[in-house]
C-alpha cells in the first residue's frame, strides 16, 4: 500500500473511456481503473432509460445515489411497508447494507446518477452484465441471461424480490424463469 505522500499512486482524471456495461436495461459505468476494485469505495455512473425498473432487491453493500440528470423513483422499504421517493438532479438517495430497495423511472428521459458503492458490488455488475459496444444492439434479455442473474446473485447472496413481491409496490415484472 503506497504511504501518504508517496509517488507510488497518482491522482488522474477520469476520462470516460470505459465501457458501459448493460444490466438489462439500466447501464452501469465504472469512474476508475478496473485495478482499483480491491480498494473500499467504488463510483459508478447509472443510467436508468425511460420506463425502465430495477426490481426489489437488497445486499449487504451500501450505495449512494446522487441524481444529476433526469428523474427517478426509489423504493424505501420501512418498518411501515415502504414508499417511494422521487429523486431529482443533486438530490441523494442513500441504501444502507441490506436495505430491501428498487427504483423506476417513470419519465420520458433517461435518469443518469454516481453511485458510490464497493468494488464488490461492481464486480457484481461486471459479472452479470454485458459490455456494450457502440452502435450495436442492446442484448435481448433471455431465459439464460435471467439464469445467469439469479445464480450470480445467489454466489454473492443478493436477495432479489419474486415477481408477486415488485407487484406489491408497483412494478409489473416478468417471471425470473
Known amino acids: 500500500m503506497a504511504q501518504p505522500g508517496s509517488h507510488e499512486r497518482s491522482a488522474y482524471l477520469v476520462a470516460g473511456e470505459s465501457p458501459i456495461i448493460d444490466l438489462m436495461g439500466p447501464t452501469i459505468q465504472l469512474l476508475g481503473e478496473p485495478d ?30 446522487l441524481m444529476i440528470a433526469g428523474e427517478l423513483e426509489g423504493f424505501a422499504d420501512t418498518e411501515n411497508g415502504g414508499r417511494w421517493l422521487r429523486i431529482e438532479p443533486g438530490g441523494v438517495f442513500h441504501v444502507p447494507g441490506g436495505a430491501r430497495h428498487a427504483f ?26 454485458n459490455v456494450l459496444t457502440p452502435g450495436a444492439a442492446v442484448p435481448p434479455v433471455t431465459p439464460e441471461t435471467l439464469r445467469h442473474f439469479q445464480e450470480t446473485a445467489q454466489r454473492y447472496s443478493y436477495w432479489n424480490a419474486t415477481p408477486e413481491e415488485n407487484a406489491e409496490i408497483g412494478l409489473a415484472l416478468p417471471p425470473l424463469h
Open 104 to 129: 423506476r423511472n417513470r419519465t420520458r428521459v433517461s435518469a443518469v446518477s454516481y453511485i458510490v458503492s464497493t468494488p464488490r458490488m461492481a464486480r457484481f455488475f461486471l459479472e452479470i452484465g
Open 36 to 65: 482499483e476494485l480491491d480498494g473500499d469505495i467504488c463510483v459508478m455512473r447509472g443510467t436508468i432509460p425511460p420506463g425502465g425498473t430495477v426490481p426489489l432487491h437488497s445486499h449487504a453493500d451500501p450505495e449512494t445515489f
